[in-house]
């Protein structure tokens, strides 16, 4: 009885994981994309305290810690920072338009499914089995990065990416090796950091963030 509501939470926590890089194609408000990743930062987190405990594995327990804290709040928060600053903070004209982005992760799902079915064969566990899930949420990221005009959006793709590629990491080996984990949330913490500082500069001399307008004004 136990093992079937750990699986059932499990299975839960991922599914909300890709639900949310879906939902990130959904919505145009970047203040609801950051709190969209901040969701999904608190699910992965969440999945990797339950593989913790279910392995009584202390250094994944860690890691859980590090990913609900810093994918969860602190990331999402300094994004929080730049759009607050941001008088334009709504994708207005994304290069794909929302219906045919939904039927493009529609897609990306299937083609997640059918592409990882060999490798959950190999490994057949009820972990891995969702691991397709995670590799749904890195295409789907990837979709939003070359999709959105807007630097907040795009940096939010390159998050989904990181995300899914922690999800599988998480489910097909039961975690990663602390410092591994540890720096790569310093890389995307430093590469959020790194935007808004140079979202600032932008808005101080241009008073916006659109790249392709920036694009523009280049040509």
């Known amino acids: 009885m136990r093992a079937g509501r750990e ?10 994981v890709l639900a949310c890089s879906v939902v990130t194609l959904w919505r145009r408000d970047l203040r609801a994309l950051v709190a969209v990743l901040a969701l999904q930062g608190g699910a992965l987190g969440t999945l990797a305290a339950l593989l913790a405990v279910q392995h009584g ?9 590090v990913v609900f804290v810093a994918k969860g709040f602190v990331i999402p928060s300094l ?9 334009g903070s709504r994708e207005t004209a994304p290069l794909v338009n929302v219906p045919a982005s939904l039927v493009g992760a529609g897609a990306l799902v299937i083609v997640s499914y059918l592409s990882a079915g060999r490798l959950t064969s190999l490994f057949p566990s009820p972990a891995t089995r969702l691991a397709p899930l995670g590799l749904a949420t890195v295409l789907v990221g990837f979709f939003l990065l070359v999709s959105r005009r807007k630097a907040v959006s795009q940096i939010v793709g390159l998050l989904l990416v990181d995300n899914g590629i922690a999800l599988v990491a998480f489910l097909l080996t039961a975690g990663v090796p602390l410092l591994v984990e540890l720096g790569a949330s310093l890389d ?6 790194v935007l808004q500082v140079l979202a600032t500069s932008m808005r101080s001399r241009f008073g916006h ?8 004004l280049h040509d």
């Open 209 to 216: 963030v659109d790249l392709d307008q920036l694009r523009e």
């Open 57 to 65: 594995d202390l250094g994944l327990g860690i890691v859980a810690g």
């Open 188 to 193: 995307v913490l430093l590469i959020v950091v």
């Open 79 to 87: 994004l929080a920072r730049v759009v607050r600053r941001d008088p």
């Open 7 to 16: 699986l059932d939470l499990l299975q839960l926590t991922a599914g909300l």
